[in-house]
């Protein structure tokens, strides 16, 4: 099993849409969780840190399920500038990343 | 903003060719990584530091070394380089125990 997976989609969303991104984990020890935005041919730049009690940015939503051992990002109203690939990252003594969720939002 | 700066944006190398590649960060941060990045494979860990002259293998450390002198500077050396190590190569550095890491904007490295 993956230390981090993820779906690798594509998620194809019409403007306007919610998509929800979840991301599992396999290690329990882990206590640092991030997500990343990746564009094409681009590096990746932190979104946001996911606290355990949930935290929001904006249109960005992200939640944190210790017992199950996953981690979600929730984009509301989603716009053209939102596509991108998504990482997700869990430390435990280093970051660990998943391979990615790319969204594609079309009109 | 933190800046990481990755001396090359695209390399091109021959196979056996000792290969550098240098990163440099301005905001004294303790922590250096070197990732490379493969479609299908995500980034992978090679090496990362926590202090000067202090490093760690990674996950995937064979074929490569590296360097840390002085705290703003991590480097990336491919004793001889193969074609199996073309790839996307990505330097993050973090503050010792902080949110995230900032990347460069990476180094295509390709191996002929």
């Known amino acids: 099993r993956k230390e981090v997976e993820q779906d690798p989609g594509p998620f194809n969303v019409p403007e306007g849409a919610t998509v929800a991104f979840n991301c599992t984990y396999s290690n329990s020890a882990s206590q640092s969780f991030f997500w990343y935005r990746q564009d094409c041919r681009k590096e990746p730049k932190l979104l946001m840190s996911?606290?355990?009690s949930g935290n929001e940015d904006g249109r960005f939503t992200a939640q944190l399920n210790r017992a199950s051992q996953y981690i979600s990002l929730l984009i509301r109203d989603s716009k053209l500038s939102d596509s991108a690939t998504y990482l997700c990252?869990?430390?435990?003594?280093?970051?660990?990343f998943g391979t990615g969720t790319r969204l594609q939002v079309t009109l | 903003d933190v800046k990481v700066t990755q001396s090359s944006r695209y390399l091109v190398k021959r196979t056996g060719e000792k290969v550098f590649l240098e990163c440099v960060q301005d905001?004294?941060?303790?922590?250096m990584f070197w990732y490379r990045q493969d479609p299908g494979l995500g980034l992978r860990l090679i090496y990362f530091?926590?202090?000067?002259?202090?490093?760690e293998k990674g996950d995937i450390p064979e074929g490569y070394s590296v360097s840390r002198e002085k705290k703003e500077r991590f480097s990336l050396i491919l004793e001889s380089a193969s074609t199996n190590q073309t790839s996307m190569y990505l330097c993050a550095s973090s503050l010792a125990g902080a949110d995230g890491y900032t990347f460069g904007s990476g180094t295509r490295l390709t191996v002929v």
């Open positions: 905001m004294d941060h303790e922590n």
């Open positions: 996911v606290y355990s």
């Open positions: 990252a869990v430390d435990a003594s280093k970051l660990t």
């Open positions: 530091s926590y202090d000067v002259k202090m490093k």
